[in-house]
């Protein structure tokens, strides 16, 4: 028989424990942050019918990125690229009965075929958030308070901004200051969306190119400057979406949020779902200095279901791009902090004991808000050997039961951290473990 | 354009809010009792190379079932059917690294094209259990006690039986006491398997049928009897494999949870991965008499892989199967309990005061144990109105936020479900809430 290959498909990731605490790590620190603005988690299946992404998603991502197949019985379907439209279906599946606002989340997993780099896997984890059926100002608010929440949940208190902008205002640069025609706009929309990330002089060049004049030049390249509020101010005065973003920003600055927020008319986000304001999360960091996730605001999420019109807001977090923040700002717990008991015995005849005092101690920890590992060994060690075992294991603590200890019913346990050693019974050792243990782990 | 509909893909299933609370209920009962046994979560990526299953996963599954596509880069991928191939990979990888013994456990979801029906969908969600590195003995013990106390972390004191049988006995009848040819022995295997669903005669009847004689055939029905082990402990008194498992039962007596268990020589597990001890647990309740779940023994999980022989045991449970074992147990909590505080404004001018006192009352309650949702209404409203919105979202409490409120830096709060009125600042009505509230939500 031919041997397989032990790695995983090109541009997905095995989650080893390590990996996979890292991982709960993240989640539960963004559950917790949702749940506190009262967002309900929710999810779909991982396959929907391909006409579902046909309908809405970018063609770049249905004709060259989607992952599909044909089932058993004929119909085309799709893994989810994006959670979106799935969410869009499960609103408009029971748009009457739901009660508003709507606040929900989601983490799924989506898959796109892309080249795997940093940063971009073919499967990835997404926190998708969303709220629909409030007024735009006060959603807005709360989508940009979610956000800034997220990252102090995680103990970011810098190092990131988020760039606002409203489809509205570009849209009036575009035809009113920039007097573009319907057919260039998305053209020039692309060039600025990537403008940032072009060599000096390319995006001049670009526009050239595309026939626009040197006055119309100049004028886009002043959006991307940091002072382009002031500078647009006087031209956009009366703009009600320029006073939305103007109004927006006041009111995160009463909330004592404002230093995270900075209007930025280069922020584009595709050209897809978005109508109103739309944002951008940038890690500040110089090594990492890219954009971590964005979202924005979209009239009519459910209308290709037939159902009325609601509008809403949200943004989605990938978690490749997360954790490179988190790595990259030194914000992740050590997740190799030793933990739990490793209960060891010396003998054979003291298995089914050691097996007692475990099950003992577990029904003990059963009310304790941490879960303590409890775990035993599976067969019989010398001292040394159940040391070295402990550690690789990665035990807090271990217990020996020898013949000895069974008899008195009292049993040794080391603290490997600090070396301090306990005698007693089962809840002697217990109130012992937990003083020192609950402070230091965290809740990993 | 033409309307999209707002169902899920057959055999599927959207997770609305509530569905999405009972699913993170379980998992996150799941989790807990795992990790006082030691177990470390483990992941995967959804699709895997299209041999990973051919090479041991059943026919029936990998012709009929599988989900299967060619990616862009002309490889056969299938979204995993089961759990085991991708465990055996991850495992084998890095066989040398892992300490022993290796504890894991995953909740994939898993998907097989089947005809929907109670209690089988095309994508479920399936808790995978597994030990590696230790002795069948103890391994095995761990197991089954895992099994115990994963009901009991659900509260199930009874209710259901684990159906414990060996390969190895199985093959001891087959081959020395039925003197079945092996060509015989899977024909006669399957028809075991299924007999518990005949109708009274058609056992005998098949195997009849199959040219056994009558002596084989009275044998093979005792195994389907309640005191098989009885009955069978002198003809196999001596087999190594039957003493295995008696000892287990005897080991499960010693630590009180002997009663859940029962010898059954008619529990098969199908003839793929197992090679020693096989379980299988049922639900006892009248209107839901089935299997829950299974597991057993295989000597060489990661043998395709090319690595050395790494004998374990694991289970597999399915989400679907164990939440009506929960439903028609009644263990589940009422996920609809009220939970969390709606702020309301009455008018446009309390919209920024209510704001505030919303992001007090969060930082206030970060630290709690429990996650409190303190939601804000999008629009001023009058009381009426926010009292029908605040039950609607399944707030527990209702605060008012009105200029005089405002003015005096205090507060109406009712609790929507005692009627209790408390008036005072942010600390005043934290306290008051979370004295109710915790007891009472079980951090559900």
Known sequence: MSTLSTQPYKGTRDFYPMDMRVRNWIFSRLRKTLRTFGYEEYDGPMLEPFELYAAKTSEEIVN?????????????????????PTLARMVAAKQNELPRPIRWFSIPNLWRYERPQRGRLREHWQLNVDTFGGEPI?????ICQVIVAIMQGFGAESGYEVRLNHRGVTDYIFRELLKLTDDKIPTIGRLLDTAPKMAPGVFA?????EGLEPGQIELLESLLKKDACTRLA??????PHFKHLMDLTAKLDALGVGTFFRYDPSIMRGFMYYTGMVLEVYDLHPENNRA?????????????????????????MGDVTLRYFLEINKLLPDMKTPRGIYIAHLEDEQFMP????????????SDADVDVPVMTSLSPD??????????KLGARAVVFVGP??????????KDLVTGVQTQGPAPTLMVTFMTTYVNETHGV
Chains 1, 2 share one sequence.
């Open 205 to 209: 060049a670009s526009l050239a190119k």
């Open 138 to 142: 006060t959603e807005d608010l709360e």
């Open 382 to 391: 010398k001292p040394r050997k159940i040391f070295t075992t402990a550690e």
């Open 354 to 365: 050691a097996q007692r005092l475990a099950q003992d101690m577990r029904h003990r920890f």
């Open 292 to 316: 971590l996730f964005g979202g924005g605001r979209y009239d009519n999420l459910v209308g290709m279901f037939g159902g009325n019109a609601l509008p809403g807001v949200g943004f989605g």
């Open 234 to 239: 006087k031209q956009l005065g009366d703009n």
């Open 64 to 84: 060259e990125q989607l992952y599909w197949l044909v089932d058993r019985g004929e119909r085309k379907l799709a893994i989810r690229p994006e959670m979106t």
């Open 404 to 413: 000895d200890d069974v008899k008195k019913g009292e049993f040794q346990m």
